[in-house]
């Protein structure tokens, strides 16, 4: 431990240096680590992968976690019973059942029911797996050369006070894994050598300070698994050799600012899986050789600021799991020399670099989530190294994934450049629909060029994303790429609104003559490009407020977000998706159900009912159609805010997914249902298709009408100039009559 002063001494120089504007080491940007002693930098992916990047092996060095005990402590464990003996016994008296050793008897599962009569200078008994339920007084004392005890797996209930009497040289006793329920204090008054007491796994509730007299040369204390309640004050006092402390799967409730007062030499102490909920401020004040603590599972949901100040020497700290809701700016201020931090499953509201600043040599830190990675910049390793839309190594974590955003991407930008073609050269009647048309489709088209450059840097960091995750998402194209599919997203969805708005007007009231002209219509899209663009670009605004908020992922898309997200982004992306999206997909639903029914009356009204079967069913299918394509593509998104706002967690993978595949899913088949099924484009397809070829006609009209599950409307059969207004989209650019 005292090897450790020289390094404090260095560490006040290196951060006196620092103050006077001397960098060593040198301070890297956001993402980078220092190569050792040089100046140079490297993204903080460099650091463990195999490959000297740095060219001093500098980012080859300290990859796995190995700090806390294991380091502290050597392998003190490894060597407990590994002492090479010879065959030969030097006692003369045991019982039949036990092999003996020189001087060491293991009577292993062996049924004896109390401890058998052997030899004086036994050295070492283990008793283990017996049926040993009771130490009466005095059972040990013959034996005073004993060194090591094993009575595990005993069941042993009562220990009498003077069970361990006399026992002057013993070094090691295991009592783990008996019914053991108190412990009477005194009992282990005559161990002064006793280095290691093992007393896991019992059903023990309470102990006393007293019950640790006379262990003074105490090192090793571990408890695990046991009933206790609560520790008595300054339980130290007794054992100023302790070094570790295991008290983990107990039921300890609280910690007092005494209950560790005088444990001055404590390095390790593990105090996982208890029910601790309040940890006072000066607790762990006197443990200034602290090297590993574990508070990890426990209920503790604030911590004083200044609890850490004087663990100086601290190189492991585990936090995970525990319901904290706060971190305090200064709350590892102190922790110069940690280099592990666990902070796993815990929500980190207000987290920003400055917390993780001052753990200047801290080199592994474990976050709730991929995201927290980005405030501490200077740490080398990570975790969690994805955040499930990505792998390790690759941008999309999933070979599907992988084809599909080039199928759907190419499905997309092809349909809508084809149907923006075709309107162009079949000139239509009513250009102001057309041109509402072609303007979907322009939207619609910057869903597909999104997911061209997805596929694209996905395949640019193939294998090697890990090295650029977070400089990509710090990027200027990933934050792009999440405006264009925003704006994409949002003026595709206004327009629909828009055109279904204008349909809904023309069918429910008929003769109401309010529909746009040219010039309003005209204004109307400019508008919602303009809204589009506004949406889409406002979180740019301000980054305190809104963060980075489109790149929190790999694809740059911000569908969801946890819950310590900035309060901003995350209330402007439940606005835009449960808010202006809803709205306008039950604007949507509601218009075409309306429509539906309108269309049936007036059909019904009129005589030729049977006429207009067909037709209904065709207008019943391509409404639906409609509907439906919108519904799979929005319900999904819906779904995912809905769930996150009940707190749900939800998969990153979700999120890739619905990207990849449901929000596309309107923009790939808006064309088709607006352009391509509808009657006045078909019959003009035709003609065209007659013009040139002739000879083929028949063909291509007998395979319209056998395939023909959409709207087909043979404008000679409507006689009432209603009907005529029914069907949709190009229907609509013929002349009112
Ligand atoms: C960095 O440290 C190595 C030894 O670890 C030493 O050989 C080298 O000269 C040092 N380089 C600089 C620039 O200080
Ligand atoms: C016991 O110690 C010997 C050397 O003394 C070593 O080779 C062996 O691996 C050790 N065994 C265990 C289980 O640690
Ligand atoms: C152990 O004690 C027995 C007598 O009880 C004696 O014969 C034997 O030599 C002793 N062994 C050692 C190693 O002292
Ligand atoms: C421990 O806390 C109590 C209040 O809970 C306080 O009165 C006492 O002074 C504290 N002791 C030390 C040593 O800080
Ligand atoms: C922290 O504790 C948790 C649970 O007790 C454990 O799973 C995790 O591995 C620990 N972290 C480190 C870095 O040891
Ligand atoms: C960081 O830890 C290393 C090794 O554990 C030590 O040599 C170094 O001095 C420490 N640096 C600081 C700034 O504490």
Redesign the pocket.
């Known amino acids: 431990m005292f090897l450790l002063l020289p390094f404090i001494v260095l560490i006040d120089v290196k951060d006196f240096a620092q103050t006077q504007g001397s960098t060593i080491p040198p301070l890297c940007q956001k993402g980078y680590f220092p190569c050792g002693n040089l100046t140079q930098c490297l993204p903080r992916a460099f650091h463990c992968d195999g490959v000297d990047d740095c060219g001093n092996g500098a980012d080859e060095e300290n990859c796995g976690d190995t700090s806390g005990w294991a380091t502290i402590f050597g392998t003190v464990l490894g060597n407990v019973n590994n002492v090479t003996l010879t065959q030969e016994c030097f006692l003369n008296q045991y019982p039949q059942h036990c092999d003996c050793k020189e001087t060491e008897l293991e009577c292993v599962n062996a049924g004896l029911q109390s401890v058998p009569v052997i030899s004086t200078n036994v050295t070492l008994l283990s008793l283990k797996k017996n049926k040993i339920h009771s130490l009466p007084d005095k059972v040990f004392t013959k034996y005073k050369e004993l060194k090591k005890i094993f009575l595990q797996h005993n069941c042993l209930r009562h220990i009498s006070r003077k069970a361990f009497f006399g026992l002057y040289n013993l070094q090691i006793l295991y009592l783990n894994h008996n019914c053991i329920t108190t412990l009477r204090p005194g009992v282990f008054k005559d161990l002064h050598q006793l280095t290691w007491l093992i007393l896991d796994d019992n059903p023990i509730t309470r102990i006393s300070q007293r019950l640790f007299t006379g262990l003074n040369s105490l090192f090793f204390l571990s408890m695990v698994n046991n009933y206790l309640e609560a520790l008595p004050s300054q339980m130290c006092t007794q054992m100023p050799q302790l070094n570790w402390m295991d008290l983990e799967g107990n039921r300890i409730k609280y910690l007092?600012?005494?209950t560790f007062l005088s444990c001055d030499a404590l390095t390790v102490l593990f105090l996982p899986r208890n029910q601790i909920d309040f940890v006072?401020e000066?607790t762990f004040s006197s443990l200034k050789n602290l090297g590993e603590l574990d508070l990890s599972s426990n209920m503790i949901m604030e911590l004083p600021v200044h609890l850490f100040k004087d663990l100086k020497l601290l190189q492991k700290l585990n936090l995970s799991s525990n319901p904290l809701l706060y971190l305090h700016k200064n709350q590892f201020g102190s922790l110069k020399q940690l280099q592990s931090l666990d902070l796993e499953r815990i929500e980190i509201p207000n987290i920003n670099t400055g917390i993780f600043q001052p753990m200047r040599n801290l080199s592994h830190i474990y976050f709730k989530n991929f995201r927290y990675c980005s405030y501490a910049p200077h740490v080398r390793i990570c975790m969690p190294s994805t955040d499930g839309i990505s792998s390790f190594e690759d941008l999309l974590a999933n070979n599907i994934l992988r084809i599909f955003v080039w199928v759907i991407a190419f499905i997309t930008c092809f349909g809508n450049l084809s149907v923006i073609g075709m309107r162009s050269f079949i000139k239509a009647e009513n250009t102001t629909h057309a041109m509402s048309i072609k303007i979907l489709c322009c939207a619609d088209c910057l869903m597909g060029v999104y997911l061209f450059f997805i596929g694209f840097f996905d395949i640019k960091y193939r294998g090697q994303y890990q090295k650029y995750a977070l400089l990509w998402m710090e990027s200027l194209p990933c934050r792009l790429m999440g405006f264009l599919a925003m704006l994409s997203t949002e003026v595709s969805v206004l327009l629909l609104t828009f055109l279904t708005l204008e349909k809904f007007l023309v069918i429910v009231f008929p003769f109401s003559n309010i529909r746009p002209g040219k010039r309003q219509t005209l204004v109307i899209l400019i508008c919602i490009w303009t809204v589009g663009f506004l949406i889409a670009v406002i979180p740019f605004w301000s980054e305190d407020y809104f963060g980075n908020f489109y790149g929190k992922n790999g694809v740059c898309f911000p569908l969801y977000y946890d819950q310590t997200e900035d309060i901003g982004s995350r209330g402007y992306s439940l606005g835009i998706f449960l808010g202006v999206n809803l709205l306008a997909f039950l604007i949507i639903v509601f218009s075409y159900i309306t429509m539906f029914c309108s269309i049936q009356k007036t059909a019904l009204q009129t005589a030729e009912v049977r006429n207009h079967i067909g037709k209904e069913v065709a207008v019943a299918n391509r409404f639906f159609f409609i509907v439906f394509s919108d519904a799979i593509c929005w319900i999904p998104v819906f779904v995912v805010k809905i769930l996150s706002l009940l707190r749900v967690e939800i998969p990153g993978t979700i999120t890739s997914w619905i990207v990849i595949f449901f929000l596309p899913v309107n923009s790939a088949l808006n064309p088709i249902l607006y352009t391509l099924t509808t009657s006045f484009f078909k019959d003009k397809l035709k003609q065209l298709l007659h013009k040139h070829r002739r000879k083929s006609i028949f063909k291509i009209k007998k395979k319209s009408l056998s395939t023909s599950i959409v709207w087909t409307d043979d404008s000679s059969s409507v006689k009432l100039g209603v009907l005529n207004k029914i069907t949709l989209g190009d229907s609509i650019m013929k002349p009112v009559s």
């Open positions: 007092t600012n005494s006072p000066k």
